[in-house]
């Protein structure tokens, strides 16, 4: 016999129940899918975040002198995850092919012709909310398709009730002056990095400088030069590894790496902004966590049943650099600040605009399993959703694993206040590196997360041939997987920002220079014998076809992972314009015409 299946859930109905009508409540709830029969609720619910009047839009058309490139989403759109499952869900057999084909005729970013109008009107996934609001928020409707069943607990006491804040009623952006933010929805993007940063956070960063509408393409204060959107804001939470509470300086040691020195220049002091994680400042910062995470000191960080022991128990605090810190980190930041986080290993391939438009909560698919990924992770400041899962951490070993958090919310019946979008928007290649999909895989076809980093040799021209423009066109972002040791530009391993960054540029290549240096003085005489032989029957084998192949150029084929590097880096030299055509402008420069 199967071992019964262990419940997490450590609150009563009544509690389930109180999280549903928060969030919804809240206007967190877009979504029209239904509530589950169990959390009880009785009648239809009001729903204020489903405006009656939707008004889809058809793709923007392009600038007729400019027609390789595509439009920005229209400020304020917002993305209808609803429609986009349809298309996209796995559970129904979808292909990421076809679902990025979607995406992109929706959204402007093919300009293949010949389609037809019914197909591209059946094809519409971006909507804006009507001028005025409707005169009555559309219901939200009870499960009465799937059977009841009672809620399994976790063994022991009940939680008490969760403390939460009054519900507020939420403006629209069409309440808001153009170009303003909603203070109740930042659109601040969250990353976390602990230890010496690399070519993995810059590459992030360089992502979302291309493709982000940052409004780095004019001069504020300069006549006629407002932008009519709110600018989305990066921050990068450095964790040092130093005692909380000690005297760090992150600015000095960022200003010293060549890698994070470039985004410390004024010009991008109100789009990117670095700030220390203090782990126990942070976890004292979180009401549900506050009186109760120093239980766990001698296994503070628990992912997925792997722990890491806290190094100071005289102090009560922990703060250890680890990638496993970044699983509670997220809904860390989330809950506190509200916005969306990225793991490091992640590349913005467009605009984010119709997604910051969708006001729920969201994280998207772990390839075919019924699990979400946090890889990507929208949530709320103070939510009742964010709540439950602290506190039920606390009572599973403050485990924040995705799979963990997801059985959380799947044990409470609460898993549909997440969005879990397709795995397609964020992550187009985790299908088929799982070895699903294989007979109408995606472009570029990756089956290995490496094949980024290293293509095939069949498939190895297709990265400088189609570049950016090819790969995965249609996703919001691409996730390659925590290949932290592969280099992003094995040809040039530096940050090659042109002259305004020359400094950092020419350090980072001494450094390496004296790093080979220092290897092959270690080399030892039978090293330096075998490197030579080895060196010899190369050249005796040359004519071979196999040994033609051995003898290539390594770099005359460029990687994925090279392409996107030297295409992003030319955006900051001045010698492109970004994915939508906009230059960047130097307040030292004369701008470039569009």
Same mark, same amino acid.
């Not at 400041?381 to 995705?402: C, E, K, Q, V």
């Not at 460029?558 to 307040?587: C, D, I």
């Given at each position: 016999?199967?071992?019964?299946?262990?419940?997490?859930?450590?609150?009563?109905?009544?509690?389930?129940?109180?999280?549903?009508?928060?969030?919804?409540?809240?206007?967190?709830?877009?979504?029209?899918?239904?509530?589950?029969?169990?959390?009880?609720?009785?009648?239809?619910?009001?729903?204020?975040?489903?405006?009656?009047?939707?008004?889809?839009?058809? #793709?923007?058309?392009?600038?007729?002198?400019?027609?390789?490139?595509?439009?920005?989403?229209?400020?304020?759109?917002?993305?209808?995850?609803?429609?986009?499952?349809?298309?996209?869900?796995?559970?129904?057999?979808?292909?990421?092919?076809?679902?990025?084909?979607?995406?992109?005729?929706?959204?402007?970013?093919?300009?293949?012709?010949?389609?037809?109008?019914?197909?591209?009107?059946?094809?519409?996934?971006?909507?804006?909310?009507?001028?005025?609001?409707?005169?009555?928020?559309?219901?939200?409707?009870?499960?009465?398709?799937?059977?009841?069943?009672?809620?399994?607990?976790?063994?022991?006491?009940?939680?008490?009730?969760?403390?939460?804040?009054?519900?507020?009623?939420?403006?629209?952006?069409?309440?808001? #002056?153009?170009?303003?933010?909603?203070?109740?929805?930042?659109?601040?993007?969250?990353?976390?990095?602990?230890?010496?940063?690399?070519?993995?956070?810059?590459?992030?960063?360089?992502?979302?400088?291309?493709?982000?509408?940052?409004?780095l393409d004019r001069l504020f204060g300069a006549s006629n030069?407002?932008?009519?959107?709110?600018?989305?804001?990066?921050?990068?939470?450095?964790?040092?590894?130093?005692?909380?509470?000690?005297?760090?300086?992150?600015?000095?040691?960022?200003?010293?790496?060549? =890698?994070?020195?470039?985004?410390?220049?004024?010009?991008?002091?109100?789009?990117?902004?670095?700030?220390? =994680?203090?782990?126990?400042?942070?976890?004292?910062?979180?009401?549900?966590?506050?009186?109760?995470?120093?239980?766990?000191?001698?296994?503070?960080?628990?992912?997925?049943?792997?722990?890491?022991?806290?190094?100071?128990?005289?102090?009560?605090?922990?703060?250890?650099?680890?990638?496993?810190?970044?699983?509670?980190?997220?809904?860390?930041?989330?809950?506190?600040?509200?916005?969306?986080?990225?793991?490091?290993?992640?590349?913005?391939?467009?605009?984010?605009?119709?997604?910051?438009?969708?006001?729920?909560?969201?994280?998207?698919?772990?390839?075919?399993?019924?699990?979400?990924?946090?890889?990507?992770?929208?949530?709320?400041?103070?939510?009742?959703?964010?709540?439950?899962?602290?506190r039920t951490a606390l009572r599973n070993g403050l485990d924040?694993? #995705?799979?963990?958090?997801?059985?959380?919310?799947?044990?409470?019946?609460?898993?549909?206040?997440?969005?879990?979008?397709?795995?397609?928007?964020?992550?187009?290649?985790?299908?088929?590196?799982?070895?699903?999909?294989?007979?109408?895989?995606?472009?570029?076809?990756?089956?290995?997360?490496?094949?980024?980093?290293?293509?095939?040799?069949?498939?190895?021209?297709?990265?400088?041939?189609?570049?950016?423009?090819?790969?995965?066109?249609?996703?919001?972002?691409?996730?390659?997987?925590?290949?932290?040791?592969?280099?992003?530009?094995?040809?040039?391993?530096?940050?090659?920002?042109?002259?305004?960054?020359?400094?950092?540029?020419?350090?980072?290549?001494?450094?390496?220079?004296?790093?080979?240096?220092?290897?092959?003085?270690?080399?030892?005489?039978?090293?330096?014998?075998?490197?030579?032989?080895?060196?010899?029957?190369?050249?005796?084998?040359?004519?071979?076809?196999?040994?033609?192949?051995?003898?290539?150029?390594?770099?005359?084929?460029?990687? =994925?992972?090279?392409?996107?590097?030297?295409?992003?880096?030319?955006?900051?030299?001045?010698?492109?314009?970004?994915m939508y055509g906009e230059w960047l402008v130097w307040p030292?420069?004369?701008?470039?015409?569009?």
């Amino acid at each position: 016999m199967h071992a019964r299946r262990s419940s997490s859930l450590v609150f009563s109905e009544e509690q389930l129940r109180r999280v549903w009508q928060w969030e919804v409540s809240s206007g967190h709830y877009p979504s029209m899918r239904t509530i589950p029969r169990e959390i009880g609720i009785v009648s239809s619910l009001p729903n204020p975040a489903r405006m009656k009047q939707r008004m889809y839009m058809d #793709p923007q058309p392009r600038d007729r002198d400019r027609l390789h490139v595509p439009p920005r989403p229209v400020p304020g759109s917002i993305a209808d995850l609803d429609a986009i499952l349809r298309e996209c869900d796995f559970e129904t057999d979808q292909y990421v092919r076809d679902c990025l084909e979607y995406l992109r005729v929706a959204s402007g970013l093919d300009d293949l012709p010949g389609r037809t109008s019914e197909q591209v009107d059946a094809w519409r996934y971006a909507f804006i909310e009507a001028q005025q609001p409707a005169t009555e928020s559309a219901a939200l409707f009870i499960d009465q398709t799937s059977p009841s069943r009672a809620f399994k607990l976790r063994p022991g006491p009940l939680e008490k009730a969760l403390d939460l804040p009054a519900v507020v009623s939420r403006s629209n952006d069409v309440d808001l #002056p153009a170009g303003s933010c909603d203070p109740a929805y930042p659109r601040i993007f969250h990353m976390f990095w602990a230890g010496p940063f690399t070519d993995k956070p810059y590459m992030a960063i360089l992502s979302y400088l291309y493709t982000q509408n940052t409004g780095l393409d004019r001069l504020f204060g300069a006549s006629n030069n407002t932008i009519l959107v709110c600018r989305p804001k990066f921050w990068i939470w450095i964790a040092t590894g130093q005692p909380s509470g000690s005297v760090t300086n992150i600015t000095a040691a960022l200003a010293d790496n060549p =890698w994070s020195e470039p985004f410390l220049h004024p010009r991008f002091k109100d789009v990117i902004e670095f700030r220390e =994680w203090d782990t126990t400042a942070q976890l004292d910062s979180i009401p549900e966590l506050r009186n109760d995470w120093r239980q766990f000191q001698d296994a503070l960080i628990n992912s997925g049943g792997y722990i890491v022991n806290a190094e100071s128990r005289k102090k009560q605090d922990y703060d250890k650099p680890s990638v496993l810190l970044s699983n509670l980190a997220r809904w860390v930041l989330c809950h506190r600040f509200g916005g969306i986080y990225i793991d490091a290993d992640t590349i913005f391939l467009r605009d984010w605009e119709e997604l910051w438009g969708w006001r729920g909560a969201f994280a998207y698919r772990w390839s075919f399993h019924d699990k979400f990924n946090s890889a990507v992770l929208r949530m709320h400041a103070g939510s009742a959703i964010g709540s439950f899962i602290f506190r039920t951490a606390l009572r599973n070993g403050l485990d924040f694993h #995705p799979m963990k958090v997801s059985k959380y919310l799947q044990d409470g019946q609460l898993d549909r206040l997440l969005f879990r979008c397709p795995d397609a928007l964020f992550d187009p290649g985790f299908l088929t590196a799982e070895k699903y999909q294989m007979d109408r895989p995606p472009s570029p076809e990756f089956n290995e997360f490496g094949h980024f980093f290293e293509a095939p040799l069949r498939h190895s021209a297709a990265p400088q041939v189609v570049g950016f423009d090819g790969f995965f066109r249609g996703a919001w972002s691409y996730h390659w997987h925590s290949f932290w040791k592969a280099s992003f530009d094995a040809v040039s391993d530096w940050p090659e920002l042109g002259p305004r960054f020359i400094d950092g540029e020419s350090r980072q290549r001494r450094r390496l220079l004296m790093q080979r240096t220092q290897s092959l003085k270690s080399e030892t005489q039978k090293e330096k014998a075998a490197r030579s032989r080895m060196a010899k029957a190369a050249q005796n084998t040359a004519h071979t076809s196999q040994a033609g192949l051995e003898d290539m150029d390594p770099h005359r084929d460029l990687s =994925w992972s090279t392409v996107l590097k030297r295409t992003f880096e030319a955006y900051v030299r001045g010698e492109r314009p970004s994915m939508y055509g906009e230059w960047l402008v130097w307040p030292d420069e004369q701008p470039k015409a569009r």
